[in-house]
C-alpha cells in the first residue's frame, strides 16, 4: 500500500481531514506507528529527517519502512522531512520515497522558488509529489519567532513552483512549546483561497492543543508532523524498561514497551487528525 505524497494528501483534501506524519528514527518507531495505522485503519505518512539521511542511518531505515508499507493494508507515503537540497532528495528517491519535502525558507523568496521549482522538475519525473515551505518554522528555542507565512506570497510560490503541499509559519515551531502556541487560523483560510486551496502543512505537530489542531484542519490542514513527540514515547518506553532490574539484555525484548509507547502516541494522534477510519 505504498502510494505518493499527492494521493495520500488528495485523500485528506476529498475527505476534509488531516494525515498524521511521524518522524521515524529506527525499526522500533516504524513499527509503532503502522500498528497503530492498521488497528485504526488510517492513512499515514512517515518522513525521515535529513540528518538521518545524511549519517545513512536513512538507509536501513528505508527499507524497514517499504517493508511496513507492504505488510499493511493502510495507505503509506515515504517521505523525505525538511531536505535542505537536491542531494537528500535523490537519496531518499533511490531509497523508494513517495514523497519529498524540499525545505529552501531560509533562503530568499527568489532563491527559494528556483530550489523549490527544480526540486518539483525532478521527482515530477518519477511521479513523486513536493512539500514546500514558505515561511521559515524553526524552532521554539528561537528568541524571536520569523514572519508568518503571507497569503500573496503563498499564492506565487504555489503558482511558480508547481508544490502538492505547502508547509506554512502560522504560530508554529519545531520542539515542545515553551508556552501554549496560538494559531493564526484565520491566515490559514487566507492561504488557502490565495492558493486556490492547496493542502497546508502543519509542522511542530507535538505540544498544540487539541481544539487548535482540529480549528486548524478545518481552515485546510492536511498534514501534520509529529517529530518531538516520537522521540519522547519511544524514550519513556525505553526507560520504563532500563530501569526495570530483571529486564532482559536482548535488545529486541527490552524495546518491546518503546513500541508500545509510540504505538500509542500515533493512534491518539490518528485519531486527533481524523484520519482514522479514512484507509
Known amino acids: 500500500m505504498l502510494v505518493s505524497l499527492q494521493e ?18 529506527n525499526t522500533e518507531t516504524v513499527m509503532g506507528v503502522i500498528d497503530a495505522a492498521d488497528e485504526l485503519k488510517a492513512p499515514v505518512i512517515m518522513q525521515v529527517y535529513p540528518r538521518l539521511v545524511n549519517e545513512q542511518v536513512g538507509y536501513y531505515i528505508a527499507p524497514a519502512v517499504l517493508a511496513a508499507a507492504k505488510k499493511s493494508n493502510v495507505p503509506v507515503c515515504f517521505h523525505l522531512d525538511h531536505g535542505p537540497s537536491e542531494i537528500e532528495a535523490m537519496k531518499m528517491l533511490r531509497w523508494g520515497a513517495t514523497g519529498i ?14 530550489i523549490t521549482k527544480n526540486i518539483v522538475g525532478l521527482c515530477s519525473a518519477v511521479g513523486v509529489g513536493v512539500e514546500g515551505e514558505l515561511g521559515h518554522i524553526g524552532s521554539v528555542n528561537d528568541e ?46 487566507a492561504i ?56 532482559s539484555l536482548a535488545p529486541d525484548m527490552f524495546m518491546k514497551p518503546s513500541i508500545e509507547s ?5 493512534l491518539s494522534k490518528i485519531k486527533l487528525c481524523g484520519a482514522d477510519g479514512k484507509a
Open 8 to 25: 495520500i494528501i488528495g485523500m485528506a483534501e476529498k475527505g476534509g481531514y488531516c494525515i498524521p506524519a511521524f518522524n521515524v528514527y
Open 101 to 114: 519535502m524540499i525545505d529552501g525558507s531560509v533562503h530568499s523568496f527568489e532563491e527559494n522558488v528556483e
Open 144 to 189: 524571536a519567532m520569523e514572519e508568518y507565512t503571507d497569503p500573496k506570497e503563498a499564492g506565487e510560490f504555489v503558482k511558480r513552483t508547481g508544490v502538492t503541499c505547502l508547509a506554512v509559519l502560522i504560530g508554529n515551531a519545531h520542539g515542545h512549546y515553551k508556552k501554549t502556541p496560538c494559531l493564526d487560523i484565520e491566515r490559514v483560510k
Open 192 to 247: 488557502r483561497e490565495a492558493t486556490n486551496n492547496i493542502p497546508l502543512v502543519l509542522h511542530g505537530g507535538s505540544g498544540i492543543p487539541d481544539d487548535q489542531v482540529k480549528a486548524a484542519i478545518k481552515a485546510g490542514i492536511r498534514k501534520m508532523n509529529i517529530g518531538t513527540d516520537v522521540c519522547c514515547a519511544f524514550a519513556d518506553g525505553a526507560k520504563s524498561e532500563l530501569d526495570n532490574p530483571n529486564r
Open 262 to 266: 509510540v504505538k500509542q502516541l500515533a
